[in-house]
């Protein structure tokens, strides 16, 4: 059971003080990621957590981004490691692609934007697309570049999961089929009520960031974080 964060709790570097609006950005992300651990692995409830140490240590809406995705509790970023599998491990399967959320991951390396390696050791980029996606040359540029890693993985087949209710969707599985043909991988896309549901009853392993994705499936492969570790990109760490 989740508890929402109250006044009564035990914080490891003392109360609130008028001090952390002289602190550098990067040392109250710090000082904020260390509460926040601290309280998700007491259970308390992710989203009331981080609204209570972003508002104590003043943080922009970016750096809560950033403790909202990539922040976890030891036991549940424990979790979350031991599903990840490497690209010897999906060779000749069925790998099951959360699209969005690998596709706007790599375009945020292309955009040069903030990748954060999170404490379950995943790259996890903070971009807030809601229902939005316009498709650039940028989209073009990430589809090869995760296209490239499908065939060097050599997959038995790939299946792309879109959200339908986002923008150009349609148009954008029509793009992924075209690749799939043009790089002889079998495989799908699909546009969906709800993709994360979708990947999660798929039963295979399945390639996202999605941490409550994760919590569901039985193995993860890190795809966008591949592509990004292999173009040696510099990441956040916290």
């Given at each position: 059971m989740t508890r929402k964060v109250g006044q009564r709790f035990h914080n490891p570097i003392g109360p609130p003080s008028t001090l952390s609006s002289y602190l550098k950005s990067e040392d109250r992300v710090t000082l904020a990621t260390?509460?926040?651990r601290y309280l998700l692995s007491r259970s308390y409830n992710r989203e009331s957590?981080?609204?209570?140490?972003?508002?104590?240590?003043?943080?922009?809406?970016?750096?809560?981004l950033i403790l909202y995705r990539c922040v976890y509790s030891k036991e549940a970023a424990e979790h979350h490691r031991l599903k990840l599998v490497g690209i010897d491990n999906v060779r000749s399967r069925r790998l099951v692609v959360d699209g969005y959320n690998v596709l706007i991951t790599v375009e945020s390396m292309l955009q040069g934007k903030t990748?954060?390696?999170s404490d379950d050791h995943l790259v996890r980029d903070v971009s807030a697309?809601?229902?939005?996606?316009?498709?650039?040359k940028t989209t073009e540029k990430a589809l090869?570049?995760?296209?490239n890693v499908l065939s060097e993985a050599n997959l038995g087949e790939a299946t792309f999961?879109?959200?339908?209710?986002?923008?150009?969707?349609?148009?954008?599985?029509s793009l992924i089929r075209r690749k799939?043909?043009?790089t002889e991988i079998r495989g799908d896309a699909f546009t969906v009520k709800q993709a994360d549901v979708s990947a999660w009853s798929s039963g295979e392993v399945v390639a996202t960031s999605d941490s409550a994705l994760?919590?569901?499936?039985?193995?993860?492969?890190?795809?966008?974080?591949?592509?990004?570790?292999?173009s040696n990109v510099p990441l956040m760490t916290l």
């Open positions: 260390e509460d926040l957590a981080v609204r209570f140490v972003g508002d104590k240590y003043q943080l922009s809406k970016h750096d809560k990748l954060v390696f697309v809601h229902g939005k996606h316009s498709i650039t090869e570049l995760i296209f999961f879109l959200d339908a209710q986002v923008s150009r969707s349609g148009e954008l599985a799939l043909k043009e994760i919590s569901k499936v039985q193995a993860v492969f890190d795809l966008a974080g591949k592509i990004i570790r292999d």
